[in-house]
């Protein structure tokens, strides 16, 4: 997974005791490095995971890339679908994307089962679908996949005991809440407000570009998402942590990114590279 992708990964791997290969981003766009992924892949590979988008800079992985990767390491023969699975975090952008997607005109690279190689793709219903938390969709290509998430008892003196996620009894009145806020939105209701929302997100990327002479701020990677990062550039010598403590005096919530120190990337191509 590239290294952007959501700690839940390293939560998972440690529960599971799977290894996790952290892979770099490409330095212009933050997207993760394909060829990186392709040399990390080997015969103990079980998935490959991409986001859509990433959590520290709102960009979205080269979803298509990465499925084209594995068509060439990993054949599918006959079968549906191939050895190594394909992860799609949409956690974030579950809710907003497919929206903008249809839109057109944000940028938005397909991420979905559209993509061949797509297996399995997550999207929180308590981010952009305005749901309360303590429900989420993880949607599955393939049942023969979705298969694997139910734990059946069949031999409990209590009755067959099924459940279908890690968590045990669900809570159903969270469950009702949400199924409640997606009528509720409806598709039109996610429709306007991932506008409003993209649109807010392309007027915060021009502004900080256009003024980069004045402010020595600059945007980071390619983002095609609610998400922006940005950053003083190289030539700046000014805490960027300061500028996070002016706009909290001024009601705004920022949120702190770290990157290794090493590594400064270089200014972003203009979003026309999709
Ligand atoms: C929020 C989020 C998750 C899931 O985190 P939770 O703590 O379960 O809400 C996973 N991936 C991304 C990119 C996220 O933004």
Known sequence: MPVTAHPAFDKAAEYLRVKLVKIDLDPNTLRVDLNAVKRAINRNTILVVGSAPNYPHGVVDDIEGLSQLLELVDPRHNAPI???????DSCLG??????ALREGHYGVPTFDFGVTRVTSISADTHKYGFAPKGTSVLLFRDKSIREHMFFVATDWPGGVYASPSLAGSRPGALL????AVMLYNGDEGYRNSALKIMNTQQALVKGIQDNEHVTGLRVLGLSTSPVVAFTFNSSTKFDIFKVNDAMARRHWHLDALQQPSAYVPPPPPPPCCY
């Open 82 to 88: 191939g050895r190594i699975g394909l992860h799609v």
């Open 176 to 179: 009702a809440c949400t199924w």
């Open 94 to 99: 579950g809710f907003v994307l497919p929206w």
